[in-house]
């Protein structure tokens, strides 16, 4: 039974990582689902939506909804762009983020002296979302103790089953 169990464990295991491997090929997008962690995008987003990014070569424009990285940080960041900036000797395109719920724009979130995301800094844009969702997530990162017991529990179930 045990063994039949942790097979089950192993299949699922091997087939949530599959799907999220063909989710970033056909997305593009390094994370194709995010949480927000932060009430810096409301009231559009609030804190626990689940988004799906996509990421095309279509230049980013202002009023998109992106996700990035900054170096130097761990956790990714929801922003909108609030300006687009063309390089003139490259022609490539640099954007400027402000979350809707802050009072001035991300420069202060890059890495110093970064004036503009470039973009290998974005993860993708926003193309939809669950509300409310990513509290599951949420919840576990910040009281591990909950993430504990329910893992004991299902321990504790496996070893008393009788099948």
């Known amino acids: ?90 022609g490539e395109v640099d954007v400027l983020t402000k979350g809707d719920n802050n009072y001035g724009d991300d420069r202060l979130l890059y890495a110093e002296g970064q004036l503009w995301l470039h973009r290998h800094h974005i993860m993708g844009r926003a193309v939809g979302f669950l509300p409310y969702v990513g509290w599951v997530t949420i919840i576990m990162t910040e009281k591990p103790i909950i993430k504990y017991i329910l893992i004991g529990a299902l321990g504790l179930l496996v070893i008393t089953s009788k099948d």
């Not at 998109?64 to 490259?90: A, Y």
């Open 1 to 90: 039974m045990v063994l039949l169990l942790c097979c089950l464990v192993g299949m699922i295991v091997t087939s949530a990582l599959i799907i999220w491997k063909a989710l970033m090929c056909v997305t593009g997008s390094e994370s194709p689902v995010v949480v927000v962690l932060s009430g810096s995008m409301e009231p559009g987003f609030k804190r626990g939506d689940i988004l799906f990014l996509h990421m095309s070569k279509d230049p980013i424009r202002a009023g998109e909804i992106v996700v990035f990285n900054v170096d130097g940080r761990d956790i990714p960041i929801v922003h909108r762009v609030i300006k687009v900036h063309e390089r003139e000797n490259t």
